[in-house]
């Protein structure tokens, strides 16, 4: 009984310690850019599509809200919710396709909202985000359709993939669009890596560094922090109980 609640105990001061570390951290002055390049490299690509008059498509796989995969499907939208707001503005808003009805309801709501932020709501339209099909591989052929049917300039996948994600990759490269991209798994970033560059690929937890890096906010900037503190604690928490089990503490 006395274990378990000291073990509470250090959970309870843990998370105060985080909470306060994280507020001192809000009121500093936000880091610059440079965190993940990849997300640093997306709004110049709005601005190129434009000028070609063409758009981007960008695949969420099919990674739901509600399973396993959902803290990557929301990191995802959250990395490219600066992408939306200078789609709208410019006019030219992407395609975007996913294989989960929870997250084409999310993508098409904040798609929605770019433009009402901007007071262009009238220009927005219904189909801009398209729900393909469930199951991944079939999602990711029929995704990558849209290279061949609209005018895509480039390719972001990001999100929830595995092994599907070269369908999409194979139609971009054939299509001579340029690639952006990133998965959690190892199976979707070896997927991605032998097409996509270093500079536009986004490995693994890195993903949850997109709304720091495209909005600047001192709030997704201090959970970053926090989060990498977390980690270190975590570690020098595994060590404390191995040491304690070498030296034949605690039972």
Request: contains cysteine; proline residues 3%; aromatic residues 6%.
């Amino acid at each position: 009984m006395s274990s378990q609640l000291a073990a509470l105990a250090l959970v309870l001061i843990g998370t105060v310690a985080l909470t306060v570390y994280g507020m001192g951290l809000r009121r500093k002055k936000p880091r610059g850019g440079g965190l993940v390049p990849a997300f640093g490299g997306l709004a110049n690509e709005v601005g190129r599509v434009a000028e070609e008059g063409a758009t981007i498509h960008v695949a969420l796989g099919s990674g739901g809200l509600l399973d396993e995969n959902g803290l990557t499907s929301i990191a995802a939208l959250e990395g490219l919710s600066a992408l939306t707001e200078l789609s709208a503005a410019y006019e030219t808003p992407p395609f975007i396709t996913t294989g989960d009805p929870t997250l084409f309801l999310i993508a098409d709501n904040q798609l929605r909202d770019a433009y009402a932020r901007l007071g262009n709501l009238r220009n927005y339209k219904s189909g801009l985000v398209r729900y393909t099909a469930p199951s991944p591989m079939l999602y990711a052929a029929m995704a990558a359709t849209l290279c061949f049917d609209e005018p895509v300039g480039t390719t972001i996948i990001l999100g929830a993939f595995d092994q599907e994600a070269s369908l999409l990759t194979s139609a971009a490269v054939t299509q001579g669009e340029k690639l952006f991209g990133g998965a959690t798994s190892a199976v979707g970033l070896a997927t991605l890596y032998s097409d996509i560059g270093e500079d536009q690929l986004v490995v693994g937890e890195k993903m949850f560094a997109g709304g720091a890096e495209v909005t600047g906010r001192s709030a997704f900037l201090a959970s970053l922090s926090a989060e990498d503190l977390l980690r270190w604690v975590v570690v020098a928490g595994i060590l404390v109980a191995a040491c304690a089990s070498l030296a034949g503490l605690g039972g």
